[in-house]
């Protein structure tokens, strides 16, 4: 099993069962915007149209009582993404060194170029760190990122966090958003990641929403088109110590425009939530469905979740999301009986 697969929640069966009995629970994982200021102008960005007001961060004393509470309820793990870059954030090592504190596993998503500041932190408190990167080489990554010669820096930096690391922990990971006009960069891309000794390389397609089409053209990509580059880098750059992972479906779904999966209910809200610089906790980020805020009381967002989990329109949700895989994992597990004699169940 791999750690970016959703098989993992074989290990929270209290999670399912809260499902199967639609009875509250919290979930295991939450993912944290601390603001919507960002260094660099990705071309897709579906988050750029709250960067352009002004900039907004979330309280530090809030956000902290928040997951101590979370924590004695069943929150394990936080990873920072955002609508913004998460170590632009002023008070970033202050609050891992709390977060640290309350014993809860931290991770990030981040372009990179300030972790520079936060090796010590990052070193000695992060489980995981992806690199967004985006390109193989300064030229396409000033066009991708819209930023002016940041890619040796994010290289640089990227390769000093992984020199002084201590048994490969925390695991360094570099992800690439494709779109038709990078592709060319994405062999190159992997090479850089397999030399500087990443961990694993993610390739996945920039989806047509956010500032798709406005700020960069509709993404063009077929499965035909990703898969043989894919392939090519595996033979050539894949072993034991560097993994390549991408997922067929999303690019898939991304070219017929729907999801390839076929499921009754998200139950996403059951492992993750999502919480925003505004203090909001949403329960899918593509709904945009708020279950409370971070000081509302835990059982009322436990019951929210458990009651648009029921209400949420799957007809709406993006091709490209996520969550697609787990929610298939758990309707299948949940509805044995459909799916026994097909997946021959019972011979082990």
């Not at 509470?69 to 609508?83: D, E």
């Not at 940041?150 to 048994?167: A, G, P, V």
């Not at 490969?168 to 994405?186: C, E, F, M, R, S």
């Not at 690019?251 to 076929?262: G, M, N, P």
Request: aromatic share 10%; with cysteine; charged share 25%.
């Amino acid at each position: 099993m791999n750690f970016l697969t959703f098989n993992k929640i074989l290990y929270h069966p209290e999670n399912i069962m809260a499902i199967k009995n639609s009875t509250p629970i919290f979930p295991v994982h939450a993912t944290i915007s601390l603001g919507n200021f960002c260094n660099h102008r990705c071309l897709w960005c579906t988050a750029y149209e709250y960067q352009l007001d002004n900039a907004h961060l979330l309280d530090f004393d809030k956000i902290i009582s928040f997951l101590q509470k979370a924590k004695k309820r069943g929150l394990k793990a936080i990873t920072y993404v955002g609508n913004g870059e998460p170590t632009a954030y002023p008070r970033f090592k202050e609050l891992v060194v709390a977060i640290s504190n309350l014993g809860i596993e931290q991770a990030m998503f981040t372009n990179g170029y300030l972790i520079d500041r936060f090796e010590d932190e990052i070193l000695n408190h992060f489980t995981w760190i992806r690199i967004s990167l985006d390109a193989g080489s300064p030229k396409v990554h000033n066009y991708m990122h819209d930023v002016n010669n940041h890619f040796d820096k994010i290289i640089q930096n990227t390769k000093s966090l992984i020199d002084k690391r201590q048994n490969k922990i925390p695991t360094v990971g570099i992800q690439y958003a494709t779109h038709h006009k990078n592709l060319d960069d994405l062999y190159n891309s992997a090479k850089i990641s397999s030399e500087i000794k990443a961990d694993y390389f993610s390739v996945k397609p920039v989806f047509n929403r956010g500032g798709v089409g406005e700020n960069i053209e509709k993404n063009s990509l077929t499965y035909e088109d990703i898969t043989p580059v894919v392939e090519h880098i595996r033979k050539d750059l894949e072993n034991d110590n560097f993994q390549i992972f991408y997922r067929p479906h999303q690019i898939l779904s991304h070219e017929q425009e729907h999801t390839i999966f076929y499921y009754k209910l998200c139950v996403a809200g059951f492992f993750n939530v999502n919480i925003y610089e505004d203090n909001k906790i949403i329960y899918c980020g593509p709904h945009r469905v708020s279950v409370g805020k971070i000081t509302d009381d835990l059982d009322k967002i436990e019951k929210n979740i458990v009651k648009l989990s029921d209400k949420l329109d799957l007809s709406k949700c993006p091709a490209g999301c996520r969550y697609h895989e787990l929610n298939d994992l758990v309707d299948n597990i949940l509805n044995q009986d459909v799916v026994s004699k097909k997946q021959h169940l019972n011979f082990i």
